[in-house]
């Protein structure tokens, strides 16, 4: 059986079979063998003529009743992936920018503008007069700009969050393979109409209506991103720790788990305030907010708060029998975790209108009266922890420091520290000589199918004595945390010669007093565009397109629809891609052949599978020194200030 990389939260999967609840890793094994046609993509149920599968060993050209090839069929099924992933992004976006507009109308008095900076900076970006503009009224004009994105009937025109955020030679690439998208909804709607039954059947126009899409999701987790930023805080760095052992036997701990950070900034502040009635129930720690997932990422980051676990094991936190309530939004939420929570004391709560969970409580929070609600919330918790029983107790010991919070703009003011006249010099410089060969994204979920964490650390550890910088968002960024790769002394532990001595003198110099660490945690899944923002600063500060960068993503063990919508954006951004596991798309050599291979010739990324993990960071390693060879980087620049050479 895959479990997990984790020794503590393998005997939390033995306490589970020992109380015979079945957990996703025997749901697994139950399911097997799984649907053949469905893992290559060969299924059809788009009308009711089928469902319709393709026989992948037929001599002859099988297709569905309607006529369907095999290539239509997959195309078909990808894409459709991608609108899903592209929705669930941009609607958390969408929410974020109508909060946004809320507040500019005075319509809300639970949320307000907490980083005029980032506000003032996003107007720059987005092309909008600053000058003279009060912080308020600003506030409406960023948000209406942004929702512009989601609602813009001129077919010409495009996103602002995609305009104004790649470089400029990217764009005009994108231009020209007529793929920009000037309406978030408008490409989502757009695969929905075009994969009606009879309507597009060619496997490559089908294809390039996907990276469009995909283009709408990057747009959209620009939103989400940013003006979560202007609402709640631009992350810097913050000490935390990490890994079911945060969880706290003399306090009330409350997990949130989820996306969004509307729900989950309004939980962290009531509980704050409702400290002293944990304490009355006997709780002497108080209330112990934990993150689980992206919520888990998103409070680490602003407020540095614990984070119990990543995707996979989000079961294992009430099977450690100390978790009082789970409070969730949406998206990857374990539907199962009613059932598990059943056979606990735990509370779990939903939040959202359009994610209940038959049989579980919901406490609806997003309108006016959300801080009763969740003052509501936190009184069930406590409540909930009066019944905890200690003899099923099981804390597991484990628990990792973290240090996290590298926005972009974090970094750059870290490194700002070193040079403020040029704050990417440092890393710039580091990169030209070689002393960091390169960097890698590492993003993406847990997926059952893998050994949890595995191929992340795994393939962190290679990497990072090869002297390649690592960045990472989503359950990745909590792979990486649980696992203690996220602090200082994993620089000593992993990094090459070169890149520990960088990391060690960026360290000092920025006054950590430490080095830094070898895995920048960016942020949650949608934070992904937090990296493209650095890889655009870099690459336009070497007057370079993204594609020609030293920089490779990674999602080791993909599992979502949002890991292929914006694994399809990495590469229509220009950036190779590895993955972990094949997308169902292997019933089609046309797609399997446009996905690896001839994207490269169109937009430069691509997709490059590869399970075994060392072999993985093998090819990525080959990839970079391939960038560094086109860069020139190493043969013809003789110091580290050669820069200009490159632009
Ligand atoms: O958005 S990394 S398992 S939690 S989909 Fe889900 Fe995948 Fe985790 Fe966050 Ni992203
Ligand atoms: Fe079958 Fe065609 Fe209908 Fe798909 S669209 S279910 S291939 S008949």
């Known amino acids: 059986m895959n479990d997990c990389y984790n020794c503590s939260d393998q005997s939390l999967i033995e306490k589970a079979e020992s109380e015979k609840i079945d957990l996703v890793w025997q749901r697994y094994e139950k399911m097997k063998p799984l649907c053949g046609f469905g893992e290559q993509g060969i299924c059809c149920r788009i009308c009711m003529k089928g469902p319709c599968r393709i026989n992948p060993f037929s001599k002859k050209r099988s297709v569905g009743i309607c006529g369907a090839s095999a290539d239509t069929i997959v195309a078909r099924n990808l894409v459709r992936m991608i609108a899903s992933g592209t929705a669930a992004h941009s609607l958390h976006g969408k929410e974020v920018a109508k909060t946004l507009m809320h507040v500019a109308r005075g319509e809300t008095a639970i949320y307000s503008v907490k980083d005029a900076i980032k506000l003032r900076s996003i107007a720059q970006k987005l092309n909008i007069e600053t000058?003279?503009?009060?912080?308020?009224?600003?506030?409406?004009?960023?948000?209406?700009?942004?929702?512009?994105?989601?609602?813009?009937?001129?077919?010409?025109?495009?996103?602002?969050?995609?305009?104004?955020?790649?470089?400029?030679?990217?764009?005009?690439?994108?231009?020209?393979?007529?793929?920009?998208?000037?309406?978030?909804?408008?490409?989502?709607?757009?695969?929905?109409?075009?994969?009606?039954?009879?309507?597009?059947?060619?496997?490559?126009?089908?294809?390039?209506?996907?990276?469009?899409?995909?283009?709408?999701?990057?747009?959209?987790?620009?939103?989400?991103?940013?003006?979560?930023?202007?609402?709640?805080?631009?992350?810097?760095?913050?000490?935390s720790q990490a890994s079911l052992g945060v969880l706290r036997k003399d306090a009330v701990n409350i997990a949130i788990h989820g996306h969004n950070p509307l729900l989950s900034e309004i939980i962290v502040d009531v509980a704050y305030k409702m400290q002293a009635e944990a304490v009355a129930a006997g709780a002497t720690y108080g209330i112990n907010i934990v993150g689980v997932c992206c919520t888990g990422n998103e409070v680490l980051l602003r407020h540095g708060i614990p984070l119990a676990t990543n995707y996979l094991s989000q079961e294992l936190a009430i099977i450690t029998g100390a978790l009082d309530a789970m409070i969730v939004d949406v998206q990857c939420i374990m539907p199962s975790l009613a059932k598990v929570s059943a056979c606990y004391h735990t509370e779990l709560i939903t939040t959202m209108p359009d994610a209940k969970i038959a049989g579980v409580?919901?406490?609806?929070?997003?309108?006016?009266?959300?801080?009763?609600?969740?003052?509501?919330?936190?009184?069930?918790?406590?409540?909930?922890?009066?019944?905890?029983?200690?003899?099923?107790?099981?804390?597991?010991?484990?628990?990792?420091?973290?240090?996290?919070?590298?926005?972009?703009?974090?970094?750059?003011?870290?490194?700002?520290?070193?040079?403020?006249?040029?704050?990417?010099?440092?890393?710039?410089?580091?990169?030209?000589?070689?002393?960091?060969?390169?960097?890698?994204?590492?993003?993406?979920?847990?997926?059952?199918?893998?050994?949890?964490?595995?191929?992340?650390?795994?393939?962190?550890?290679?990497?990072?004595?090869?002297?390649?910088?690592?960045l990472a968002t989503g359950c990745g960024a909590g792979a990486f945390a649980k696992n203690a790769l996220m602090n200082s002394e994993a620089t000593e532990a992993y990094a090459g010669d070169t890149l520990k001595e960088v990391l060690t003198f960026l360290g000092f110099e920025a006054g950590l007093n430490a080095p830094l660490p070898p895995v920048l945690h960016m942020g949650s899944c949608v934070d992904n565009v937090r990296s493209v923002d650095l890889a655009v600063a870099i690459a336009n500060r070497l007057g370079v397109d993204l594609n020609q960068l030293p920089l490779v993503a990674s999602a080791p063990e993909l599992m979502s629809e949002k890991s292929i919508s914006i694994g399809s954006w990495v590469v229509t951004l220009g950036i190779p891609l590895h993955v972990g596991l094949a997308p169902p798309v292997t019933g089609s050599s046309l797609v399997t052949n446009v996905l690896t291979s001839e994207l490269k010739n169109i937009v430069d990324g691509y997709f490059m599978v590869e399970e075994d993990p060392e072999e993985a960071a093998d090819k990525i390693i080959s990839i970079i020194e391939e960038k560094r060879l086109g860069l020139n980087l190493d043969s013809s620049l003789d110091s580290a200030n050669n820069i200009e050479v490159l632009s």
């Open 361 to 470: 409580t919901h406490i609806e929070l997003g309108s006016g009266d959300s801080l009763k609600k969740a003052e509501l919330i936190i009184r069930k918790a406590i409540d909930a922890y009066k019944n905890r029983d200690d003899d099923r107790l099981s804390i597991p010991a484990e628990k990792n420091k973290v240090i996290a919070g590298f926005s972009a703009e974090a970094i750059i003011d870290l490194l700002g520290s070193i040079n403020s006249e040029d704050p990417l010099s440092p890393l710039i410089e580091n990169i030209v000589n070689g002393k960091i060969r390169g960097i890698v994204l590492f993003a993406g979920c847990n997926n059952v199918k893998v050994k949890q964490d595995h191929n992340f650390v795994t393939m962190a550890q290679k990497l990072l004595k090869h002297n390649i910088l690592i």
């Open 131 to 239: 000058d003279g503009n009060d912080l308020i009224p600003l506030a409406g004009v960023v948000a209406a700009s942004s929702l512009m994105d989601y609602s813009r009937m001129d077919d010409e025109e495009i996103c602002n969050w995609l305009k104004y955020t790649i470089p400029d030679a990217r764009l005009e690439k994108l231009k020209k393979l007529g793929i920009t998208t000037s309406n978030i909804d408008g490409s989502i709607s757009d695969i929905m109409a075009r994969t009606h039954v009879g309507t597009d059947a060619d496997a490559v126009n089908i294809l390039l209506a996907g990276l469009r899409c995909a283009l709408a999701d990057y747009s959209g987790m620009q939103v989400a991103t940013n003006l979560s930023d202007v609402l709640f805080g631009t992350p810097q760095p913050v000490v």
